[in-house]
């Protein structure tokens, strides 16, 4: 009869992300093993909290199906003697598969030429318990952690030490033994509030038991008891929380029985830019922001403990303490920030190494604030890109982006307002950094765009130059995500020029700086890639991708559209223009020069074939002029993909031979193919347009 | 609790526990686990289980005695138990119990905290530990050390002295703790951190600083090479301070700072491999002879030729002491 299955894993404290992460995927994996295991179930679901993780698989079944299977063995001539008796290799082939030798059936096998022996195996299936050890312990063996660990003299490696291991099958402990413990029926209740033992009867009592035991097991339950501890919160300060799901999905996993507490804070900190306190309060303290009515942040703070204490006053006052502490930091390094300039700033970063194998002319970051500036003039930015260029990085030098770094630009922004730098260099300087994650905000400004292009061109450039080029998966200096950067900001403008704008001017301005520049391929290439990327995530498959930008990727709003269109391109179409791109590669690669041309008075193949291809060809080009006008490159595809019966007609029907042994033939014959290809082999190359895939 | 009282109790706690009350290091280090005491002995398979206070400089952090969280020189209580014992954790709440910090009290949490010394080649998984949301502790699981994998693995604890005693004495500056009946913090420390700011942030001389590393660094070279690993390991330390007090004075730059800090990985990585072949050559002392003698063989057997060949004889040599584990000291 099918029963119930709870397996739990109890761990020291797992991190947040990894626990979420870890319960997202253990779903998947069980029932990829119990599939392999030929087992049926009803449903499977994963609970947990920092210090378990389980999985409760509903209607189990209690023992695989019998198996009937046929297993191939060698091929008849091998098993049986010409005089039809039967040899050692069969008789050993009947013998390990359990069947008497002339229970052996003779059949073809798909797949293989010739007739084999075939033994038809009857399997009787296993119990599920004695499958169930080996299973579970492949499932837990085989969670992917980010990073594991071991612990004592152990061998075993896991997110953090394993503290025990409950598996319950229809209420029957599994013998599973792994990392150093044998599984039972014993879990353990939460660490403070019910530190005993608790047994767990079966799966089914299993949430209800550690609920007992202060322990909320189910995610979903405990985001909905974070979430009602907040709203109490608001109910009984007056505030709202501010909204923070990737916060919220931090929180439900930092404890294993959440309970509310608001604190306070003095208003005078609320003179310092709301970003850095709601940015110490997140990141340091994982408390959430409140704000009153209006939406303005207000000097209180929401977080979760993760127990009862006697007084939860006593605990919101040292959180009030810590949070002080970080805000008086906060405030002292915006008061003493505001005695500077941009200026002063600017003088200190001169000092600053931003690249040391820049050389001695190039590697301050104040270096670096000249080249931004040589590169926003050399495109022609504004006089707000200009300044703002100028003061771009100026804030790394305040204190207070010192202390948290991901303030960065932010505060430049509040500062350039407060230094009447005006609102349209304060947004550059913010949004220079933009975009700062996958799928993050791009500039919203011409002048931010320009100077986040700029900036992240300036590094990529001197980095390869000076060797320091991301290598695997090594990319210490982000070099990979500014490139996608460049063209995600490019592209999101429609700028189709800038690219070897950009890289002309970065290449200019470090090498006035003394900086020798190294061979442009490898750049050329990383660039290439980092578009491809792009493009395959936007659905673009790879080939496609591949085609239109092995022609040109510099301007990618054009890459773009090449490679869209190749969706014109059906897969027979593929193929009869790839051959003809490998007839002249061939050709080429034979030292015959193609070009010219091709003469109609030489065309001398049965059928008229070459005129008919002739002919359409010229039809087509003069209908596609005006798309070609304009960019339609899928129009222009749409009428090639008019052209492949003609085109095909000239390999298949007509048999001409291209490489005839008449050099004046075959040359026009490669001239006509050449005449033919090259208006669109300049939009995509068809020699990386395999068929398969389209 | 006064700040010494801290420091005997918790001295007591762990003594009590199997732990050697180990003193500081007599040079300057940026944290306890620069220690003789925990980076050379977390290496190989030899039991080790240790308390100490060090003093440890960080000369960035200095606030001119101004910041009341906040200074370039403080204390830590650093715990060393290796092999890591399983109730690690229950050990350690035991601990906070027994200076006042009562879970039942106060909101104690293991938040996520991965540790990494790239100076030291070192990293560790573990956490932060907060009480009422302030980190009192450090507390890691060491994984590698000198770029040689940790087998058994050390548990390390690193509490904050001052911040746990500013917390249990009720006061928002550092320097108001009680040392003592009669004597603060601040009366002790307070012109050293004046002074000290002083001299970190503008009166240090960078060139002065860096002909100091160079000459370190070929101290560390030459006496590796004379096989006097222990003195070599403390200019491996001195120059850690060298490059943190010239990284204070602002005398590095981001990217040269990773050439600095591959420096010192080079010297801490070339003592933690000399250190274990030290420790073979001898026999594992800290091991009952007879499984020492058997981790030396296994250790002799991979591990006495390149540095690849450390890692694997020091992995080599704790799966030969494993089998023994039950009957080897451990803390607890």
Not at chain 1, 417 to 436: N, S
Not at chain 1, 639 to 658: C, H, I, N, Q, Y
Not at chain 2, 84 to 101: E, F, K, N
Request: neutral net charge; charged residues 25%.
């Amino acid at each position: 009869m099918p029963a119930d299955l709870l397996f739990e894993i109890g761990c020291e404290e797992v991190p947040a992300k990894m626990l979420a992460k870890a319960l997202a995927d253990l779903p998947a994996a069980i029932e990829q093993k119990l599939g392999a295991a030929r087992l049926t179930w009803s449903s499977v679901r994963a609970l947990g909290t920092p210090r378990r993780l389980a999985v409760i698989v509903k209607g189990l079944a209690d023992r695989q199906p019998d198996l009937d299977e046929e297993v191939v063995g060698p091929p008849v001539s091998a098993a049986f003697a010409a005089d039809g008796s039967i040899t050692k290799a069969g008789q050993g082939f009947a013998a390990k598969n359990g069947v008497a030798p002339d229970a052996l059936v003779k059949k073809e096998v798909a797949g293989k030429k010739g007739v084999y022996v075939v033994a038809k195996r009857h399997v009787t299936g296993n119990e599920t318990r004695a499958l169930l050890p080996d299973l579970l312990r492949d499932v837990a063996a085989g969670i992917p952690w980010p990073k594991s660990m071991r612990w004592g003299w152990s061998e075993t490696t896991f997110v953090r030490p394993v503290q025990w291991l409950v598996a319950l099958f229809g209420g029957e402990v599994v013998p599973l033994a792994w990392a150093g413990l044998t599984a039972g029926r014993k879990s353990r209740g939460h660490r403070f509030l019910s530190p005993n033992w608790i047994e767990i009867a079966s799966a089914d009592k299993y949430v209800d038991a550690l609920r007992d035991a202060h322990v909320v097991v189910d995610p979903d339950a405990r985001r909905d008891l974070v979430r009602a501890e907040l709203a109490r919160l608001e109910t009984e300060t007056g505030f709202r929380v501010r909204p923070d799901e990737a916060l919220l999905a931090e929180v439900i996993h930092l404890g294993e029985y959440p309970v509310g507490i608001s604190g306070g804070f003095d208003p005078a900190y609320l003179e310092v830019p709301a970003e850095i306190i709601v940015t110490a309060m997140r990141t340091h303290q994982r408390y959430f922001a409140m704000e009153d009515a209006q939406g303005k942040l207000a000097p209180r703070f929401a977080t979760m403990m993760a127990t009862i204490v006697k007084d939860p006053a006593v605990v919101a006052r040292g959180n009030e303490t810590v949070l002080a502490a970080r805000l008086a930091d906060a405030k002292f390094f915006f008061t003493e920030d505001r005695k500077k300039s941009f200026d002063d700033w600017n003088a200190k970063l001169e000092g600053v190494v931003f690249q040391a194998k820049l050389g001695d002319a190039a590697k301050t970051i104040g270096h670096k604030v000249q080249r931004l500036v040589g590169i926003v003039e050399a495109l022609g930015g504004s006089p707000v890109a200009k300044q703002a260029a100028r003061y771009a990085k100026s804030d790394l030098a305040s204190h207070a982006v010192g202390e948290f770094p991901e303030v960065q630009g932010i505060m430049g922004r509040h500062y350039a307002k407060l230094a009447g730098l005006g609102d349209e260099v304060a947004t550059v300087i913010d949004q220079h950094w933009w975009p700062k994650g996958q799928g993050a905000a791009l500039p919203t400004t011409d002048e931010a765009a320009l100077v986040a292009l700029a900036d992240r061109m300036d590094t990529i450039v001197g980095c390869f130059a000076v060797g320091l080029e991301p290598s695997g998966s090594a990319d210490p200096f982000g070099l990979r995500r500014a490139a996608i950067g460049i063209w995600q900001i490019l592209l999101d403008r429609g700028w189709t020029q800038h690219y070897a704008r950009l890289r002309q001017a970065a290449e200019t301005q470090l090498v006035a700086q003394g900086v020798a520049l190294t061979d442009s391929k490898p750049l050329d290439e990383f660039f290439r890639a980092r578009l491809r990327g792009i493009f395959i995530d936007q659905g673009i498959p790879a080939q496609d991708a591949d085609a239109a930008l092995a022609q040109d990727f510099r301007d990618p709003v054009d890459a773009r559209a090449r490679a869209l269109a190749c969706a014109k391109i059906s897969k027979e179409a593929r193929e009869v223009f790839k051959r003809v791109a490998n007839i002249l590669d061939d050709a080429r690669g034979k030292k015959i020069v193609i070009g010219g041309n091709p003469d109609p008075a030489l065309f001398a193949a049965p059928d008229n074939v070459e005129h008919k291809l002739y002919a359409a060809i010229k039809t087509a080009q003069d209908a596609e002029r005006s798309a070609r006008d304009k960019r339609d490159y899928a129009a222009v595809f749409e009428s090639l993909e008019k052209l492949r019966p003609t085109v095909a007609a000239f390999f298949d029907k007509g048999g001409v031979m291209v490489m005839d042994p008449d050099p004046k033939l075959r040359d026009n014959r490669l001239a006509l193919l050449h005449w033919f290809i090259t208006p669109y082999i300049t939009i995509a190359d068809f020699r990386l347009l395999a068929g398969a895939a389209a | 609790m006064y700040l010494q009282d801290f420091i005997f109790t918790l001295s007591k706690f762990w003594a009590e526990r199997g732990c050697v009350v180990e003193q500081p290091v007599d040079v300057e280090v940026g944290a306890g686990t620069f220690h003789p005491a925990t980076f050379l002995r977390v290496l190989g398979p030899e039991p080790w289980n240790a308390a100490f206070v060090q003093f440890c400089r960080r000369p960035a952090d200095g606030r001119y005695g101004e910041n009341p969280n906040r200074v370039g020189g403080y204390y830590q209580f650093q715990v060393g138990l290796k092999p890591s014992p399983l109730h690690v954790q229950d050990l350690y709440l035991d601990s906070l119990r027994a200076v006042g910090l009562d879970p039942a009290t106060h909101d104690i949490r293991f938040v996520e905290d991965d540790w990494e010394s790239p100076t030291l080649g070192a990293w560790g998984l573990g956490w932060e530990v907060w009480c009422d949301g302030m980190e009192v502790t450090q507390y890691t699981y060491f994984q590698q050390a000198g770029g040689i994998d940790l087998m058994p693995a050390t548990a390390e604890l690193t509490y904050g002295i001052e911040r746990l005693c500013m917390y249990l004495q009720g006061v928002d500056n550092m320097f108001d703790v009680k040392w003592d009946k009669h004597v603060t913090y601040g009366q002790l420390r307070h012109p050293w951190e004046v002074e000290f700011s002083k001299y970190h942030f503008e009166e240090l001389k960078p060139e002065i600083a860096f002909r100091n590393f160079d000459s370190y660094e070929g101290e560390c070279q030459r006496l590796l090479e004379r096989g006097l690993v222990l003195p070599a390991y403390e200019f491996c330390m001195k120059s850690s301070h060298a490059f943190n007090s010239l990284d204070a004075r602002g005398a590095i730059s981001v990217t040269e700072r990773q050439r600095f800090i591959g420096r010192v990985r080079g010297m801490a990585r070339a003592c933690a491999h000399e250190y274990v072949k030290s420790r073979a050559r001898l026999g594992f002392p800290l091991l009952p002879k007879a499984i020492g003698a058997k981790a030396k063989e296994a250790f002799d057997g991979v591990g006495s030729s390149d540095s690849g060949g450390v890692n694997a004889g020091a992995l080599a040599a704790a799966r030969a002491v494993a089998s023994h584990a039950e009957e080897l000291p451990h803390a607890g």
